[in-house]
């Protein structure tokens, strides 16, 4: 029997119903269809409206540039080449001649322009684009975008930056999106399927909540992909993945530890780890006033320096990833080797009695006896943390939130913890002016590019409530961020990123437990050509591009 041929027994019961009756479960290898087990939560195809669609947005609409193409010359986006001016301001960018869009339509060089014009216009206006995949960030650095001729791009700064090759904005067609205003752009338009794009495969069909299918471009700028689509299934756990990757419903899918750990012994399940721009951070609510937390102790650095020596990475890693992580050190991750340290000069190391020394000699003490440290005034300490899903990172184990909980407690500082659906943390976790806020701790993550913008912005003051969670302010930091944005040169730039990331440390409104590496299982009956680095990359839509029929 074919082993698509039926949906297998082990998957009743533990699938929501709507799969039990999915045709998507139910076919053969022969239909030449990718099965992905997702835990993503895609909430709408409007690349201006939301972050939770990243992938499989990326999969239709090609970035100008992008990371990918940075570091992998044959994963080229909407651009053939690039170049900079020796001014350092003045970027010729050429796009690829001849390319279309998937309704057939010339895609050019002045699509480009009108997606970044369209998002220039709404700086400043009530309906700003700041909200989606598709934003404003970044854009007050640019002077100028020009289309100079169908095939030639100009975007002129207003200082030296690398802003122009390195940001992730999704490129749209000019003849669906210019009549889309601003208003509905950032809110109710839903940009329904079939898409338009230059991606090797289109979103056809989206259900929220349940699915996302993929066909191939038949526009595609270069070789057609092998296979004849995709569709990808969302689900709120990696159990019912685990069990279509076994009995052959699903092609690929993330898996947990555990579930890692049995593929690699079957022989007709490939499996993968690879390092990603994931970072696992516990933040401190450093907010002093609306949104603050229950003690002014979360707003001094050096109660929150101390509890730094009370979280041991590599327990974490250890333990809770059963290794598949790197240890936490500061906000740049390992795969981002340009600009990585391990901070050896300043970096903390676990010692709960080192962390107890320096909570008494901030003034945090138990002076009554009862186990508990009070704060400066007098109260006992009784920190919430909060935790939760959160869409497009992978899951942090609970063992991991239970640890630090534990060794907070172990130093006279009890933690409850409150776990969150993907909603609830972020409506809690936002800026304080919007509602946000009145908790203590956050155990979360965040995936962004390794783009110097983006390996800083956890600690931007504009992104407060965005990716900034803390809440955190600093001038300096800032400061640092801004010359970062304003640096083409790679020596300059590395420089000031271990500026702040050394700074950001010492402050300490975010210790980072640990980098978790992606893992993921694949079948190998079907398809061929999965890649054993960068398998999945939320930067671009490899492999599923390259994949062969068996």
């Not at 997702?38 to 090609?62: C, E, I, K, Q, R």
Request: glycine letters at 8%.
């Amino acid at each position: 029997m074919n082993r698509r041929a039926v949906v297998k027994a082990m998957l009743v019961g533990s699938v929501a119903p709507w799969v039990i009756n999915s045709r998507a479960f139910a076919s053969s290898c022969s239909d030449h269809i990718v099965r992905v087990g997702s835990m993503g939560a895609p909430d709408s195809m409007n690349p201006f409206a939301t972050w939770s669609s990243f992938w499989p947005l990326v999969l239709s609409y090609d970035s100008l540039v992008g990371v990918d193409a940075q570091r992998h010359p044959d994963r080229r986006g909407f651009a053939k080449a690039w170049a900079v001016a020796d001014d350092g301001l003045t970027w010729t960018i050429k796009v690829w001649p001849g390319m279309k869009w998937s309704d057939g339509q010339p895609a050019t060089a002045r699509d480009a322009a009108f997606t970044y014009n369209y998002l220039l216009g709404s700086v400043g206006k009530p309906d700003e684009l700041n909200i989606g995949q598709n934003s404003t960030d970044g854009m007050e650095q640019v002077a100028s975008v020009t289309a100079i001729d169908d095939e030639t791009l100009r975007i002129v700064t207003k200082a030296p930056t690398r802003w122009p090759i390195d940001n992730f904005v999704l490129m749209v067609p000019e003849h669906v999106w210019k009549d889309i205003g601003y208003a509905d752009a950032r809110s109710t338009f839903r940009n329904d399927p079939p898409l338009v794009g230059t991606g090797p495969m289109i979103v056809a069909e989206f259900q929220q909540g349940q699915f996302v299918r993929l066909t191939p471009n038949a526009y595609f700028r270069t070789e057609q992909p092998k296979t004849a689509g995709m569709i990808i299934h969302f689900f709120t756990t990696q159990d019912p993945i685990a069990q279509g990757l076994k009995s052959g419903s699903f092609d690929c899918g993330g898996v947990t530890t555990a579930q890692w750990a049995a593929f690699s012994k079957e022989s007709d399940i490939g499996v993968y780890e690879s390092r990603v721009e994931q970072r696992d951070y516990l933040a401190f609510n450093t907010a002093s006033g609306k949104g603050a937390g229950s003690t002014k102790a979360l707003q001094d650095p050096a109660f929150r320096d101390a509890i730094g020596y009370a979280i041991d990475q590599k327990a974490i890693v250890d333990r809770a990833y059963r290794g598949h992580a790197d240890p936490g050190v500061g906000i740049v991750m390992p795969v981002a080797a340009d600009y990585y340290s391990d901070l050896s000069d300043i970096r903390r190391r676990f010692d709960l009695a080192e962390a107890g020394r320096r909570l008494d000699a901030a003034g945090y003490r138990d002076t009554n006896g009862d186990g508990v440290r009070e704060d400066k005034e007098g109260k006992s300490l009784q920190l919430e943390l909060i935790t939760g899903k959160a869409s497009g990172v992978s899951e942090i184990p609970i063992a991991a939130v239970q640890l630090v909980a534990g060794w907070l407690g172990q130093i006279g500082i009890p933690v409850s913890v409150t776990q969150l659906d993907s909603g609830a943390l972020t409506a809690r976790t936002t800026a304080p002016t919007d509602g946000g806020g009145s908790w203590d701790l956050l155990i979360a993550s965040n995936w962004l590019s390794s783009s110097p913008h983006d390996l800083l912005v956890l600690g931007s003051s504009k992104s407060i409530g965005l990716t900034n969670r803390s809440y955190w302010t600093n001038e300096k930091f800032d400061a640092l961020l801004t010359e970062v944005d304003r640096t083409v040169d790679l020596k300059r730039s590395q420089e000031l990123v271990d500026q702040a990331a050394r700074l950001i440390y010492a402050e300490a409104p975010y210790i980072i437990p640990s980098h978790p590496l992606t893992l993921g299982a694949y079948r190998k009956d079907c398809f061929q050509g999965w890649g054993p680095e960068d398998a999945i990359s939320d930067w671009s839509y490899f492999p599923f591009d390259r994949l062969r029929p068996i």
